[in-house]
């Protein structure tokens, strides 16, 4: 997705959004950038085993659902439209979250001593 919104984000916003884009397209740009460095935090939290670069991971990852999910739903407010993959891409950025959130709970609960 990082990569497509880099080299063709005229396309991606044709698709998410359903109409063409008649603005500059460094905003779709600087959306890839940022989608890029997250996709690369998230790839090298994968070979830590310690337990607080996991968290401020997993929490990075929930900063990012939740913001493009607002930056989405209010950019489909102001043009006043709602196609089915704009709304299918809000559900699934919900789901993310929600998945997100709860593994972050999970590995911040101390495990119970029996």
């Known amino acids: 997705m990082a990569l497509m919104a880099l080299v063709f984000p005229n396309h991606l916003y044709e698709v998410v959004f359903e109409e063409e884009l008649s603005t500059t397209s460094l905003s779709i740009r600087l959306y890839g950038g940022a989608l890029l460095s997250i996709s690369l935090i998230?790839?090298?939290g994968l070979y830590t085993a310690e337990k607080v670069v996991i968290q401020w991971t997993l929490l990075s990852e929930a900063c990012y659902f939740a913001v493009q999910f607002l930056v989405t739903s209010l950019t489909l407010l102001e043009l006043g439209i709602m196609p089915n993959t704009a709304v299918l891409l809000l559900f699934s950025r919900l789901l993310f979250l929600a998945v997100t959130l709860a593994?972050?709970?999970?590995?911040?609960r101390r495990v119970k001593k029996m």
């Open 103 to 108: 593994y972050y709970y999970h590995l911040g």
């Open 42 to 44: 998230m790839w090298n």
